[in-house]
């Protein structure tokens, strides 16, 4: 008999229900009154930085290439007769899928058909089809997919910087893989992973908006059959202290010149609590957010626009602080972000600026529930990390600016760092 609780938060006001199935497979239904449509997703913690891992009964760990991850993704829509795409189109759904650095997720929204939806989600998901004639096919497809994001500035200014970074770890591997990585993907391996990283103790699967529990459960009950848990190591890449270079640069098809900064974090567990990333976030916006003084020198100044941006970067055995965007200096713009980190680290930012962007914060936290795709995917990310999508509240109430102050101190090495710039073609 599949287990039910409630989920509560007496501070937002809001609640779930948390559904322990008798499969083994985690399920969370957030029912949103008053909410026309339903944004459905079934993940697992799956992605392309799991390239060696083994199970308990195993003596070494298999190594699989690159970017298998993304291409398993791919191949589970097709089935020996109609492909999930072909099914969601007899029900008008709207479906996607995709592959992290972390994991992997099918999703689907729809306004009507619930129930035959979920029962086409949950059925490809969990009957995977591979023949070696339809990889093949595959690999010609994904191939040009990979030849035409090496063309893409952003993308190729964000995995430039990676590989300046990173020495050991696969994050620094673009996410589908190279033409010669995935040209070694056969049925067996796909299976392999798919064994492995698709058994439902692995999984977790996300309803929110107009839905309800008994719908659900009716599905899953008539389509899941229990999978005995697995347990499965991965292999962490424990990296150098130091970055591989601290300037790179490459020239491609673009108007002005556009960069990517990165602060790598020495960690010694591979991974980081929602605490510290909250935290890391909140460094983030008092350091160069749009109210920061930083932001609105470089700004004034004509060495940035509108286009800045920064981002906590991490995930299983990786964390680094990166900003972004497009600058005619981007040396002049690195070192004045590390001069203001330098500043705020000696100095400890003020109780004001805290406080103002700690509620900040806060407000945009609530604001996501009113959104079913964010709290969907939310729900799937705090899952993963074993908590509750209730979290990020909590921890910003109960904040205080030692621990924020200290964390800026600890998490921020200004002088292990990377500078990417993607620089115009020459004429």
């Known amino acids: ?16 229900y948390e559904i322990e199935h008798d499969s083994g497979l985690k399920m969370l239904v957030y029912p949103k009154e008053n909410y026309a449509s339903a944004y459905v997703i079934f993940g697992t913690k799956y992605g392309s930085i799991d390239t060696q891992f083994k199970l308990a009964e195993d003596s070494d760990y298999t190594v699989v290439p690159e970017g298998i991850a993304h291409f398993l993704e791919h191949k589970l829509f097709e089935s020996e007769e109609l492909d999930a795409f072909e099914r969601y189109a007899k029900t008008g759904a709207n479906a996607n899928a995709y592959t992290s650095f972390d994991r992997t997720c099918y999703l689907f929204s729809c306004s009507k058909n619930l129930d035959k939806n979920l029962e086409i989600l949950l059925d490809f998901v969990t009957h995977p089809y591979f023949t070696e004639a339809t990889v093949q096919k595959e690999q010609g497809i994904i191939g040009q997919e990979i030849k035409m994001t090496q063309d893409d500035p952003s993308w190729a200014s964000l995995f430039t910087l990676l590989e300046a970074m990173y020495k050991e770890h696969p994050v620094k591997i673009e996410i589908a893989g190279t033409v010669e990585s995935i040209s070694h993907i056969t049925a067996d ?25 008994d719908t659900v459960l009716s599905v899953a009950d008539k389509v899941l059959k229990k999978q005995e848990p697995i347990k499965i190591e991965r292999r962490f890449f424990p990296e150098p202290d130091n970055v591989n270079s601290e300037y790179v640069e490459k020239r491609l098809a673009v108007a002005s010149p556009i960069f990517s900064l990165g602060f790598k974090e020495n960690i010694s567990t591979p991974e980081r609590s929602t605490r510290e990333i909250i935290i ?15 932001y609105n020198k470089m700004l004034a100044q004509g060495l940035v626009n ?85 979290e990020d509240a909590e921890i910003l109430n109960s904040l205080t600016l030692q621990e924020v102050n200290s964390r800026l101190k600890s998490s921020i090495d200004t002088d292990c760092c990377s500078l990417c710039v993607i620089l115009p073609e020459e004429r």
Do not use: H, W
Not at 1 to 16: A, H
Not at 202 to 208: G, H, I, L, P, T
Not at 289 to 294: D, K, N, Q, R, V
Not at 333 to 360: C, P, T, Y
């Open 1 to 16: 008999m599949s287990k039910i609780n409630e989920v509560v938060s007496e501070r937002l006001g809001e609640k779930y």
């Open 306 to 390: 509108t286009s800045f941006d920064s981002e906590y970067f991490f995930g299983y055995g990786y964390s680094a602080v990166l900003f972004t965007g497009e600058s005619e200096n981007s040396k002049a713009v690195a070192e004045m972000i590390k001069d203001e980190i330098k500043k705020l680290q000696k100095d400890g930012i003020s109780e004001e600026d805290f406080q103002r962007v700690r509620k900040k914060l806060y407000g945009r936290v609530v604001m996501a529930f009113n959104d079913v795709d964010e709290i969907a995917n939310n729900m799937i990310a705090s899952s993963f990390a074993g908590e509750s999508v209730f």
């Open 280 to 294: 890391s976030q909140l460094l983030l916006d008092v350091i160069a957010g749009p109210t920061s003084p930083l």
């Open 189 to 213: 391996l796909l299976y392999k992973c798919y064994n492995t990283f698709y058994n439902l103790s692995n999984m977790v699967f996300c309803a929110v908006g107009n839905v309800d529990v």
